[in-house]
């Protein structure tokens, strides 16, 4: 891919005609073709990333002013497609070909691309584009990419589904919010899983609550206020403390002109508003300021606008006072953040203030508490950068252990440095109790909790997944090995907890593997296969008291019934129902698939297979919501087929029964797992650990 990161090379001034039109929700670019210089395109659009023809990867692409560079599309694949780029390269270029001294890496590329266009014409010659145009009316049904599928994993490569199936697909795609392209389902005589196709009919699903803090991308505030309520519970005791503590470090004269940069649903703007003479509240998504207006439609001295803090200019100045909470983070880069400080004091005016609240991100302070967020920086930068420009100085702060309010004033020009009173500073233990969403991200690595004993790791590249069934101390003798006695299971997390340990999920494994990385912190999984009755009423007390999360893998044509697979050793375990089951998604519990009937996989024909994910997808996705991307085979029977099956049915990570602790890279779809069974005592158990 010589030349590809050389900029002047590659660009010309009209569009390849594979790029859609301007008012398209995804472009497709494929980089054996010149890059598209400066074209306009809608605010909100999916990049879709193909080399030869075979789709790398599709990312929302931020697009300042609505213009797309050829930067932009180099950035989103330096940061989005590498490593699967090489991979693609590599597989269709080199792999079995000869390889000609005299031609490039793009020429053997191009090639490629020649023989895989002529194969297809020859194999199908009305179905040989995947394209939506080219596949509508045929007797071809085409399942697009799953929104969820990342690179890498069987879900970004294409796949061939029984036709048999094409009801549970299509039924699937629907949930999804995807159109499938072509015949209908009775017509359909292929079922063509094609990842380069993208197809929405409708916004996607909503993302979890407890969700990892957002990418660094003004679309998915968007979607997220879209999507839910309240996404990040501001009416809690903790976010109303916050909001308390932000007011009181205010200066006690009225300000006159305000303005609150990120007002989200408006909160915070409620309990502002009589503080202030006049005020504009401001947030990047509409929904979020549309909600704002309602809230607070008894103050006629609030205006609205929807603005993006990053890019776009702030409204004119000057201010008294301006607010801007827990949002900086998502400036992306220290250079992106000093811009928004200057353009902060710029609209304030001389001796006016602003107000900051931001959490403490782990990574950048190590040794203090801090939220395991993703992200680059936190309180700490922040603080650093608004102290560094030029025209700001700190009057006051307030620490908690996990997060910290700044108020900064605009100097007087008048006044020369040396008359700057030293800034107030008061550190406080957190004043509320934590709620368990919020509780579960933070990484205590301070003295406020006790320390994990010296020999334990801070990063986890070997993950511990642990498998139980039933946590019960009654049933079948034959079955003893699959139940753990109630009493040993809280000794277990107990010590698990003593340890320093704190739950992993499978998409922070996910991206770890990707980043050749280990996981920050001491991690665990837990994993519950049946989903059984003793999960709500004895496991997951225990693992709530301790702070720990679990995935309850769900055999969904049996929710409500028996364990009947296991009928012929005595009087089979009772199963959760769906009413449970969803008190325990609101708590935060995981699902997954246990397949629809607790079947052997690998004794099913395609067909079956296809059904039993499909189906069971389906089933959870619409009773919880979704998406559902993880399956626990049941019985551990798995091969690369149920792998290829599951992954074009849109799953990404399967766990099986081989004993051993998770590798960096092995394969999503065949994760192994420790069998936490009956017979092991504490000191077995710390051994099954150690892997
Ligand atoms: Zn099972």
């Not at 049915?649 to 998770?662: A, D, K, M, P």
Request: glycine content about 4%.
């Amino acid at each position: 891919m010589e030349g590809f990161y050389a900029p002047n090379t590659l660009e010309r001034r009209n569009d390849p005609p594979h790029v859609k039109s301007a008012d398209a929700e995804w472009l497709s670019v494929d980089l054996l073709d010149p890059l598209p210089a400066h074209r306009r395109v809608k605010p909100r659009v999916d990049l879709v990333l193909t080399v030869a023809d075979v789709a790398v990867c599709r990312r929302p692409a931020i697009v300042p002013r609505r213009i797309l560079s050829s930067d932009t599309i180099r950035a989103v694949v330096t940061a989005e497609a590498g490593f699967e780029l090489c991979r693609i390269c590599v597989r269709e270029a080199l792999l079995q070909r000869p390889l000609p001294a005299d031609r490039t890496l793009r020429q053997l590329l191009a090639d490629a691309r020649t023989h895989r266009r002529a194969r297809a014409q020859a194999l199908a010659p009305r179905h040989a584009a995947s394209t939506p145009s080219a596949i509508a009316n045929t007797r071809l049904a085409v399942l697009p990419r799953y929104p969820s599928a990342p690179c890498g994993t069987s879900g970004s490569r294409r796949a061939l589904l029984p036709r048999a199936v094409a009801n549970e697909a299509r039924h699937l795609a629907s949930s999804q919010g995807l159109a499938v392209v072509g015949s209908s389902a009775s017509s359909a005589t292929t079922i063509f899983y094609s990842p380069d196709v993208l197809l929405r009919s409708s916004p996607r699903p909503a993302p979890p609550r407890v969700a990892p803090p957002p990418p660094t991308d003004p679309t998915y505030f968007d979607q997220l206020f879209a999507t839910q309520r309240d996404p990040w519970d501001y009416t809690s005791d903790y976010e109303q403390t916050k909001y308390r503590q932000t007011l009181d470090l205010l200066p006690a004269a009225k300000p006159r002109r305000a303005l609150e940069l990120a007002c989200a649903e408006g909160h915070f703007t409620v309990q502002l508003a009589p503080r202030v003479r006049e005020l504009i509240a401001t947030d990047v998504a509409a929904t979020a300021v549309q909600r704002t207006r309602e809230r607070c439609a008894a103050f006629p001295h609030i205006s609205y606008q929807q603005l993006d803090l990053i890019y776009d200019p702030l409204p004119a100045g000057p201010f008294d006072l301006i607010v801007c909470s827990e949002v900086l983070y998502f400036a992306g880069s220290r250079a992106n953040l000093e811009v928004v400080a200057q353009k902060i004091a710029d609209a304030l005016e001389p001796g006016g203030h602003v107000v900051l609240a931001h959490g403490n991100v782990h990574a950048e302070e190590p040794t203090q508490p801090g939220f395991d967020w993703d992200l680059p920086f936190g309180a700490k930068t922040i603080g650093e950068v608004f102290a560094a420009t030029p025209e700001l100085h700190l009057v006051r702060e307030l620490r908690t252990p996990i997060y910290r309010i700044q108020l900064f004033q605009r100097r007087r020009p008048w006044l020369g440095k040396l008359l700057l009173t030293p800034p107030v500073r008061r550190s406080i233990p957190l004043p509320t109790q934590l709620p368990d969403h919020v509780a579960r991200q933070i990484i205590w690595e301070s003295s406020s909790r006790p320390a994990s004993p010296a020999t334990s790791p801070t990063r986890t590249a070997q993950l511990p997944i642990l498998m139980y069934h039933r946590i019960a101390d009654d049933g079948p003798e034959a079955l003893a090995r699959y139940r753990l006695d109630p009493q040993r299971f809280e000794q277990q997390i107990t010590h698990l907890a003593a340890a320093g340990y704190r739950s992993a999920t499978f998409e922070e494994w996910r991206a770890a593997r990707e980043a050749k990385r280990p996981l920050p912190g001491k991690r665990i999984m837990l994993t519950f296969d049946d989903g059984c009755i003793d999960f709500y009423n004895t496991a997951w007390p225990v693992l709530q008291r301790h702070k720990f999360n679990a995935i309850v893998f769900l055999p969904t044509d049996e929710i409500g019934g028996v364990c009947r697979w296991d009928a012929r050793y005595g009087p089979p375990a009772s199963l959760m129902n769906w009413d449970q089951i969803r008190e325990l998604r609101e708590d935060g519990v995981e699902f997954g698939s246990h397949t629809a009937t607790h079947a052997m996989l690998t004794g099913l024909t395609l067909e079956e297979m296809a059904r039993e994910a499909l189906r069971s997808r389906t089933a959870i996705e619409e009773q919880i919501g979704g998406p559902i991307l993880s399956v626990a085979y049941p019985f551990g029977a798995c091969d690369r087929i149920v792998e290829s099956v599951f992954g074009a049915c849109g799953y990404v990570f399967g766990v099986t029964c081989e004993s051993r602790l998770c590798e960096i890279d092995d394969r999503l779809l065949a994760l192994p797992r420790l069998e936490v069974s009956s017979d092991l005592d504490l000191d077995d158990f710390v051994e099954l650990l150690a892997g």
